[in-house]
């Protein structure tokens, strides 16, 4: 059995706040306001695990009412969900994200975010891809003042 999931979210852009993408520190003026660290890839990758093995959504799993995930880790959080979906038998195909952001460009720290992607899932860099647009100047994406990403994932079941 194959199944596709669908992941997104979008996170306001602040001063004060660290920019995370996939796990990796992005250099900017702005980063995300979030109940979590905010790392919007993550949160959108696990959705899309999450929705493709029928097992929730992000915050069935971690409430973003409960202090306890105050500045979690997304990668712990991506994690924690990643195991359940193996634990019930699924294997990454492979994972396509976009991230809409303004600005800083993403295209030097690729290679370091589908790394760090494939290292927190224990799979290969070859079934992780991730891509940027801008905003063209339009809309919060555009005027910099937000981040979003879609996130598609391709999961396999032998059951």
């Given at each position: 059995m194959i199944r596709i999931g669908m992941?997104?979210?979008?996170?306001?852009?602040?001063?004060?706040?660290?920019?995370m993408l996939g796990g990796v520190e992005i250099p900017s003026e702005k980063g995300e306001l979030g109940h979590s660290d905010g790392d919007v890839l993550l949160h959108a990758i696990t959705d899309s695990l999450l929705g493709a093995s029928g097992?929730?959504?992000?915050?069935?799993?971690?409430?973003?009412n409960e202090p306890k995930w105050k500045d979690a880790d997304s990668a712990m959080l991506l994690?924690?969900?990643w195991e359940?979906?193996?634990?019930?038998?699924?294997?990454?195909?492979?994972?396509?994200c976009v991230i809409a952001l303004e600005k800083p460009?993403?295209?030097p720290f690729r290679e370091k975010v589908q790394e760090s992607i494939a290292n927190i899932l224990g799979v290969s860099k070859s079934q992780i891809f991730v891509k940027a647009k801008t905003g063209e100047k339009l809309g919060?994406?555009?005027e910099g003042r937000a981040?979003?990403?879609?996130a598609i994932c391709l999961l396999e079941n032998s059951n």
């Open positions: 992941g997104y979210d979008k996170h306001i852009l602040t001063e004060g706040r660290k920019l097992l929730g959504d992000i915050g069935s799993y971690f409430p973003p994690k924690t969900c359940d979906v193996l634990k019930a038998g699924w294997q990454l195909g492979n994972l396509d460009k993403f295209l919060d994406i555009g981040v979003e990403v879609w």
